[in-house]
């Protein structure tokens, strides 16, 4: 054994990368030796790898060549190497139980186990009385059998591990071998090894305990289910340091697979033995950890009995089920006792039972009265559980506060099914909670308001909207309580995650509102002062922004009779100057909702056109003036490019504010109607300025696009004359990323201009095309995936140009390029189809040629669009299919495919006998087919549907590629 080449084993990478290589190279080299198991198994035998790294090493080794190199070894070696092992098990079954390392022994019980999933039981049938003789020989004996039987479990019983049907055959045979020869004597071992906890360590007794857990699934339940076992278990459960392996033993052993009356059978009797020890209910002095393996226990009892009563419940059993109903129920005491406890941990363990038992009743015609009281005993202690801990930190929050906010996550689902369940039960419960909780709600810690406002929003995701509303009854129950919550004036509560949830509780409920509009100027006020946008804490402020500017599009109709004053009080908080005060209050993106406010206060707010003006232009025309003095800072300065980001930052946010003001126009006649046209329009020749700067392009640029595709909706044929000076500048010296940003606003501009800017686009595609290829053209490193995948993108991004304008019925744009530059782009719509990038760009190209063959497709179409259907897009039908990437059980692929028998389709139907004739006498024969095929494919062709005549094609391609 090379000691010195193993040293890279003792060495960190980054410290002694060269020791690392060396290491490897030697790993390689015995791995690679006919005799390398040997030299690591007589260093394992002999004590020559002196230290763990270099014992795991030559266990590496050694497991290589039992996974790789056993089978066809000789049988002398074979048996050589069984002996090393055994020589090696031996030894350290003669050592003190602390000797070795944990991850040593359990490496050398997973080599062995390789072996011996080889060997048993025809060539190793003595294995198991082979390491059962060991056992004499003390704990550490025990220790290292125990994890080879754990090994055993994890090479061939573990469910959790995906195994080939030959494994599977494999582990059944050995499983069925097992129980005839060694499984009594293994339960035997595992007896003595816990029926003497004064002589065993602690930690061999749980591993034990483990391996029971593992093995009961599939041996007998009544060699572990008796009397001698469940009184040693029981023992254990008094003992601190085996107490809780013991509970997670007695879980396995209820998990068990069995028929539903024995399952029931040997909960009820485990359960009443543990009752009868004390040990249930848990005492107050018990730890967390142990209440916890109780409470797992707990629920694997109760998610059984549920399975139970399932199985007998469809099997017709009504009496057996009933009794099994009743056994539930009885122990829900525990359940709740669990759910309630103080930990989460211990909570949360109980959480599939509750569960299940919420589902049960669902499936019950009718619950009776005291299956009500569980229920709602249930909802109390879900309702509970959701409070904030003392000790949550809002401020800095860590692994304990995610975790409480995913087991809140599992008290909602709760929460929700009971909400299914029941309706009006969880309705009448919330509002008793709430009307106890907000009426003395100043003398109450904020978790508590802020869990009974909670409750309120949950309702909305419990109980569908249609159920509350459509019933007279849960509607008026629903209304008293978002009454109750407004008018206890909770929202005075300073702490801001009570604030959050209120704005966020009302929002959500927006037909309350439209029922009782009083409470609409009350919550507006709210929402502007001190206890929103005005509040202390940025958080509320900043949620508050976007729950505003909800608030007023749910409610737009109902604004006029105070939206100036609400304008006038946003209006003092726009941040456009730096001078105001309110520069540190909002960020960007919370501005974005304001001015989005603001616009939605003019448009709605009743007034004249004249007025709407007027209050427009004084919401943007500070925006242009400060857009105008910040580009001429920018064009005239000698900053850096570092420097000057802020100021790009700032241009962007003054084109984003302007467009987000325009989204209370939903087109271009809602505008004129309100007479702001002019001051949108007077805002474009301004940001178009900005086009021209070359520093921080893509930002500025992006503001920018964002307005124009505003501007496209709202000021329709008004913006064409700014058309041109936009692509021009956003055209000039693009990147792949630019060019396909740039293309969803000229796709934006067809579909809303069509056949009127026809003669444009005439002039500028050819410019366009040549950008976009000009970019994919551009060299760029292989290992850039980036770079990659935004050319990817960019390609797909052509195609969809080219669809836009075919599907827009202006396709003469194509057609009036030179013919040359035509044919140039038909070419690539052929090599997407063909040749494609991915699935979905194959299918947007076969979509284009199928809208170039409806158009073009007559007889007496194009000629020069003839010649290139029978030259490239007939044989591209058949040509891409026929590849083997072509993955005829994809369904994006099929997709495809649909798009090829359409294409056929509809030129059967415009060029009748001439396309079936070019497919009998040309095409088909020269893809070496046989006459009767042809025939067949010309039939479906003529006589089938387009979806009969996709199914043919996809048999017809499957027997081709095959």
């Known amino acids: 054994m090379d000691e010195q080449s193993l040293q890279g084993y003792l060495e960190s990478p980054n410290r002694n990368p060269s020791a690392q290589a060396r290491t490897l190279a030697y790993f390689e080299q015995l791995k690679n030796s006919v005799d390398g198991w040997k030299v690591c198994g007589q260093a394992l035998l002999q004590g020559n790898a002196s230290n763990d790294h270099s014992k795991f090493f030559c266990f590496q080794v050694l497991e290589h060549c039992a996974k790789k ?43 062995i186990v390789l072996i011996f999933v080889n060997d048993y039981p025809e060539k190793w049938s003595s294995f198991f009385s082979d390491i059962l003789s060991t056992l004499q020989l003390g704990p550490a004996a025990m220790d290292i059998f125990l994890r080879i039987l754990k090994a055993i479990d994890q090479e061939i019983i573990n469910r959790e591990v995906q195994q080939s049907p030959k494994d599977i055959q494999r582990s059944t045979l050995i499983k069925d071998t097992m129980r005839v020869q060694c499984v009594n004597d293994l339960v035997e071992a595992w007896y003595k090894i816990l029926s003497d906890p004064e002589n065993v360590q602690a930690q061999v007794i749980c591993l034990c305990l483990d391996v029971i857990g593992r093995y009961v699934s599939w041996i007998d339940i009544n060699l572990i289910a008796n009397d001698k076992f469940i009184r040693i278990l029981l023992g254990h459960l008094s003992m601190d340091l085996l107490r809780e392996s013991a509970c997670d033993c007695l879980s396995e052993i209820i998990n068990k697979g069995m028929l539903p009356v024995d399952k029931i059978e040997l909960i009820q009797s485990l359960l009443r033995v543990l009752e009868d020890a004390g040990v249930l209910p848990p005492s107050e002095t018990d730890d967390s950890d142990f209440q916890a393996k109780l409470a797992k226990l707990i629920n694997t009892a109760g998610t059984q009995l549920i399975i139970c009563w399932s199985k007998l419940t469809k099997a017709g059993s009504s009496d057996k089920a009933d009794r099994t109903l009743s056994i539930i129920e009885n122990k829900l005491n525990y359940m709740f006792g669990f759910l309630g406890n103080e930990d989460d941990d211990i909570s949360q363990s109980v959480h599939s039972f509750a569960r299940d038992y919420i589902t049960l009743l669902k499936q019950i015609p009718n619950m009776s009265a005291e299956q009500e009281i569980n229920i709602k005993g249930l909802l109390l202690t879900v309702i509970k559980k959701m409070k904030y801990d003392e000790s949550y930190d809002f401020d800095q929050e860590g692994e304990d506060e995610a975790m409480f906010l995913e087991y809140r996550k599992l008290l909602k689902i709760l929460f929700q099914n009971i909400g299914q369940l029941d309706p009006n039960l969880l309705l009448s ?10 009426r003395d709600w100043k003398s109450l810690d904020f978790m508590d308001v802020e869990v009974a406002i909670r409750t309120i929003y949950y309702v909305g995701e419990a109980i569908p909207n249609q159920q509350v509303y459509t019933d007279p009854a849960r509607w008026e129950i629903m209304q008293n309580i978002l009454s109750t919550l407004i008018k206890s004036n909770v929202i005075s509560q300073t702490h801001f995650s009570v604030t959050i949830l209120y704005f966020e509780t009302l929002v959500r409920y927006d037909r309350f509102f439209a029922a009782q509009p009083q409470f609409i100027p009350e919550v507006l006020a709210s929402f502007l002062d001190e206890r929103c946008l005005g509040h202390s804490n940025c958080k509320v402020r900043s949620r508050g922004c976007y729950l505003l500017s909800r608030f007023m599009r749910n409610h737009k109709n109902q604004l006029q009779n105070f939206a100036l004053d609400v304008l006038s009080r946003i209006q003092a908080i726009l941040v456009v100057s730096p001078n105001n005060g309110y520069q540190n209050m909002f960020s960007a993106d919370d501005q974005m909702f304001l001015y989005e406010s603001a616009g939605l206060l003019i448009v709605f707010s009743g007034t004249t056109a004249e007025k709407q003006e007027t209050d427009m232009r004084n919401v943007i025309t500070p925006l242009i003036t400060r857009f105008n003095a910040v580009f001429d800072k920018i064009s005239c300065s000698n900053l850096d490019e570092t420097s000057l980001l802020p100021y790009a930052q700032y241009l962007y946010n003054l084109a984003s504010f302007a467009s987000r003001l325009s989204k209370a126009f939903s087109t271009q006649q809602t505008m004129k109607q309100c007479g702001c046209a002019s001051c949108f329009a007077e805002a474009l020749p301004v940001f178009l300025r900005a086009l021209t700067v070359r520093i921080h392009r893509d930002l500025i640029h992006s503001g920018v696009r964002q307005y124009l595709h505003r501007m496209i909706i709202c000021l329709g044929e008004d913006i064409l004359p700014y058309i041109p000076v936009a692509v021009t500048h956003l055209l000039k010296d693009p990147e792949a990323k630019d060019i396909q940003e740039f293309i969803p606003l000229i796709n934006q501009i067809i579909s809303k201009f069509k056949n009127h800017i026809t003669p444009f686009l005439q002039e500028i595609f050819m410019p366009i095309v040549r950008t976009i290829f000009s970019v994919l053209n551009q060299p760029t490193d292989s290992l850039d995936t980036q770079a990659t995948r935004e050319k990817m993108s960019l390609k797909n991004s052509y195609f969809q140009f080219i669809a836009s304008l075919v599907n827009n019925n202006i396709v003469e744009v194509i057609l009036s390029q030179e013919p040359q530059n035509t044919q140039e782009v038909l070419m690539t719509i052929i090599h997407g189809a063909v040749e494609p990038a991915d699935s979905s760009s194959q299918k947007a190209c076969f979509g284009i040629l199928k809208k170039l063959v409806e158009i073009w497709g007559n007889t007496d179409g194009p000629t020069a669009f003839q010649e290139f259907l029978y030259n490239h897009i007939i044989p591209s039908c058949f040509v891409a299919p026929s590849k083997p990437e072509f993955d005829l059980n994809d369904a994006q692929t099929i997709l495809t495919l649909q798009e090829i028998s359409s294409i056929q389709k509809i030129l059967h139907q415009k060029q009748g006998g001439q396309f079936i004739h070019f497919l009998q006498s040309k095409y088909l024969p020269s893809l070496n087919l046989a006459p009767e095929l042809i025939q067949e494919y010309c039939r479906h062709v003529e006589q089938a549907d387009v979806k009969q005549f996709k199914n043919f094609l996809k048999a017809f391609f499957n027997s081709f590629k095959s």
């Open 69 to 111: 190199s056993f089978k066809g070894m000789t049988e002398s070696d074979q048996q050589s190497l069984k002996q090393m092992l055994m020589s090696w098990l031996q030894q350290k079954s003669m050592s003190d139980v602390n000797a070795e390392k944990g991850f040593i022994l359990n490496k050398g019980a997973q080599v």
């Open 429 to 438: 419960t919330v509002m008793e909670v709430v009307s106890n909780r907000l």
